[in-house]
């Protein structure tokens, strides 16, 4: 019975020792990961900090490629916001017919105040429009000789800002057209469709504008890296011949890659910012002559994230293009 209760203890301190030398070997092939990472991208900081007017010439060049496509969203999201402040002034206006009965009436603007689409509604009688006419010009001459108000009654409505857009317009102005009570309907809002437009239209050319900076980042950060590997070119053959595999060479490149793309999505935020302060207090003196406090807007917190993130995938991608490329051939 006690040999029998020693194999079992044997067996499980066996266990134990082999979860022990498990766990180490785990640890110590995550320290030695965390090791060459940190030892990788302490060498590729100082083959940046050893050529300081190259790289800031490159990082410089980088950060103005990125800072148009950029500059331009922002001030595509400035008219968005301007757009949608001005939308929530636009107001359809359905004339009621005249021979229009009161709950029929009635009826429609608790539809539209049940509407989830619109904002607001208000109901102008005949009596309340014509009082509105003559406190905003002298009609009393031209009434007199009236024998009755000749003005219908009216339900405005103001959609909200959701539901502004020219498509979400019309659909509300062909349900309004086909109300047995509304006479005609008007919107007067031209000018903030062509705001539309012109909006989705940059939209796009940003899209294009950025694919084609974005190109021109990749290049750029591929053959500046080219360049510091053939320099390096001595350092490579020696860490080859000891052993030194292609991730290990690889690795260093990135982490280049990585600080150009990072530092130049630095830059080009702080380039962006400054011209967008340099131009906020003309465009808040142009907006105050239309009565408006319109502001331009900086990119908020998750637009800076987006930038340096793209920044630093960009980097990645050329750095990672060059050096297969130059291990390919090696």
Not at 301 to 318: A, D
Request: aromatic share 10%; charged share 20%.
């Amino acid at each position: 019975m006690s040999g029998f209760f020693r194999k079992h203890a044997r067996k499980h301190r066996l266990a134990i020792l082999a979860a022990a030398l498990r766990r180490d070997k785990k640890k110590n092939f995550l320290l030695t990961y965390v090791g060459r990472h940190f030892s990788a991208a302490l060498t590729s900081l100082d083959r940046l900090i050893c050529t300081p007017v190259a790289s800031l010439l490159t990082i410089a060049v980088i950060a103005i490629a990125l800072s148009l496509p950029v500059g331009l969203y922002v001030l595509l999201q400035n008219a968005k916001y301007l757009g949608e402040n001005l939308d929530r002034g636009t107001q359809i206006s359905l004339y009621i017919k005249k021979n229009a009965e009161a709950s029929d009436i009635k009826e429609l603007v608790s539809k539209y105040q049940n509407d989830f689409k619109i904002a607001n509604v208000r109901y102008i009688s005949a009596e309340d429009g014509l009082v509105e006419l003559q406190k905003s010009i002298d009609v009393t001459n031209i009434l007199a000789e009236l024998k009755e108000n000749p003005l219908p009654a009216v339900v405005v409505i103001t959609p909200k800002p959701a539901f502004s857009a020219p498509l979400a317009v019309e659909n509300l102005l062909n349900e309004a057209k086909a109300e047995s009570v509304v006479e005609m309907v008007r919107v007067d809002r031209v000018w903030l469709e062509r705001l539309y437009y012109i909006i989705n239209l940059g939209k796009q050319c940003v899209l294009a504008l950025f694919a084609l900076f974005a190109i021109s980042v990749i290049l750029i950060i591929g053959n500046t890296i080219r360049l510091a590997m053939q320099n390096a070119r001595t350092e490579i053959s020696v860490l080859k011949l000891i052993g030194a595999t292609d991730a290990y060479v690889r690795r260093q490149f990135l982490y280049t890659g990585f600080y150009y793309g990072l530092l130049s999505s630095m830059l080009s935020w702080v380039i962006v910012t400054g011209t967008l302060l340099w131009l906020a207090e003309p465009v808040r003196r142009l907006a105050l002559t239309y009565g408006s406090n319109f502001a331009l807007r900086t990119l908020d917190w998750h637009g800076i994230i987006f930038l340096w993130g793209i920044g630093v995938f960009l980097g990645l991608c050329g750095a990672w293009l060059a050096v297969g490329r130059h291990l390919r051939k090696n």
